[in-house]
């Protein structure tokens, strides 16, 4: 969703939030044009700090989009919190329920509303030691493949000097340097009508992980480790042959 069709709860967020991050970070910004300013996309990142949510908004914001998180239906429930949350169009999630195919109906219909639906693969930020992206769970490609929505990366470094998850050290010092770049789309096109089997979601999930891991590197410098191997496809091993 473009930020000129906001409403008052979440330009009120803006309004709160963003003064905050400005003064509590230095920050580098590229890659903002990939995100559009309209039309629905699914914004998938690297998680490596409880702070970096903030971050990715405060970038998604400043590219002329809303950003509309994927949190746990049970924080939704929270008197205020979950009045709020619903409010600025965050989306409740149930997992391991009856009731996840309802939580994917609202992530649909977010994208076809036009909304920046942002997923952490990972489902939970990095246990890699060195905070390196680590293989990530197949909702977002599952969500690609139902919708054909662009799936647009966005590689963070920086927010672990705000909150590091190893140490749990939190920082106030101003200006911390934060680095976020954006990609173009990944190409997901091999999986085109493809039936979401296990195997084609965690083909497409690796593709789209390696993508993260690669800007990462990017962005921090130093080799990744080789977490997994880039995944072939059966279409990429007969082209290989052919």
């Not at 909702?139 to 799936?151: C, N, Q, S």
Request: net charge positive.
């Amino acid at each position: 969703m473009a930020r000129r069709r906001l409403g008052f709860w979440p330009r009120l967020a803006a309004v709160l939030v963003k003064p905050v991050l400005t003064v509590w970070t230095r920050r580098t910004w590229q890659g903002m044009e990939h995100l559009g300013r309209d039309g629905g996309v699914i914004i998938v990142a690297n998680h490596l700090s409880h702070a970096d949510p903030l971050v990715s908004a405060h970038f998604i914001y400043d590219a002329g989009r809303w950003p509309q998180f994927l949190a746990k239906a049970s924080v939704f429930r929270v008197p205020v919190l979950g009045w709020i949350l619903h409010r600025c169009r965050q989306i409740p999630v149930e997992r391991g329920t009856v009731d996840a195919a309802r939580s994917l109906d609202a992530l649909v219909a977010a994208l076809k509303a036009g909304g920046s639906v942002v997923i952490y693969p990972e489902g939970t930020t990095t246990r890699e030691p060195d905070l390196w992206p680590m293989k990530g769970k197949t909702g977002a490609a599952r969500l690609a493949l139902t919708t054909g929505a662009p799936v647009i990366p966005i590689a963070m470094w920086g927010p672990e000097k705000m909150f590091d998850p190893r140490t749990a050290k939190f920082s106030l010092r101003p200006r911390i340097p934060v680095s976020v770049v954006a990609g173009p789309p990944i190409d997901l096109s091999a999986w085109a009508g493809a039936s979401p089997t296990r195997a084609t979601l965690e083909e497409m999930t690796d593709t789209i992980m390696l993508r993260l891991r690669d800007m990462v590197a990017e962005i921090r410098g130093g080799t990744p480790p080789p977490l997994w191997e880039r995944p072939r496809t059966q279409r990429q091993q007969q082209g290989g042959a052919a």
